[in-house]
């Protein structure tokens, strides 16, 4: 069986009190330690189906199942945990907490599993190092550039080993160097954690970078 099946998915929202269907009947299988592009336009559903992928969002019918797990099924809180402890998320803006230095952002998923202090910064210390911030360590977002806060966003998606990392427009913000750089970057930390890894992209270089690329249109995957 594949690492990411999805099988019948649909998924509405009431917008302006009409509903508006995002996807419809889409099945996916995804092998693990598969790097997949999910490529599209503007609107047609990308960052909906990673929500669903990693239990931020419920839906409305079919099937979600990540490893031995069945998301689809689970209530809230189930779905929260599952997320923090197997899933790595990275988007298009890196969201980090500005008050907080480099470090203290990458520690963030382990602190939220009450992993100590003392324990949970050798961890993303070692992870900023491997991403070439070793000397911003303790900067804030403000002090770094586009591409660093990134990296410190990779770093955090994967301080929990977890086994699949999402992407949305991860390199959507970043000039084409800096967007290359974090290609390269991502393409490595694929092999090194041995990740199963699904990106939604408008970027052809990225989507060319990766194992198999997909289109989402009219709700389904093709």
């Known amino acids: 069986m594949a690492f990411v099946t999805v099988a019948g998915l649909n998924k509405h929202y009431n917008a302006t009190g009409k509903r508006l269907h995002v996807l419809r009947d889409l099945d996916l299988a995804v092998e693990k330690g598969e790097m ?31 490893g031995d797990h069945e998301i689809s099924s689970m209530d809230d809180q189930a779905r929260v ?30 602190r939220i599993s009450r992993v ?32 660093e806060q990134q990296r410190v966003a990779v770093s955090r998606a994967l301080v929990m080993q977890p086994s699949l990392l999402l992407a949305d427009e991860p390199t959507g913000d970043l000039d084409e160097a800096t967007a290359d750089s ?13 990740l199963t890894a699904i990106i939604a992209t408008h970027n052809p270089r990225l989507a060319a970078q990766c194992d198999r690329t997909l289109r989402l249109e009219g709700g389904k995957l093709l």
């Open 36 to 66: 997949v592009a999910i490529m599209g336009a503007s609107g047609v559903g990308k960052s909906t189906l990673l929500h669903v992928l990693g239990g931020l969002d419920a839906i409305d019918a079919g099937q979600v199942r990540v």
């Open 81 to 110: 945990t599952f997320r923090n402890r197997h899933i790595g998320f990275v988007f298009q803006f890196h969201h980090l907490l500005p008050e907080f230095t480099a470090v203290e952002n990458a520690m963030m998923p382990l």
């Open 116 to 147: 100590s202090a003392e324990q949970a910064r050798p961890t993303a210390e070692a992870l900023l190092q491997r991403v070439g911030l070793g000397d911003r360590l303790d900067h804030r977002p403000g002090m770094m550039s586009g591409g």
């Open 182 to 194: 974090l290609h390269q970057l991502l393409r490595a930390m694929h092999a090194e954690f041995g």
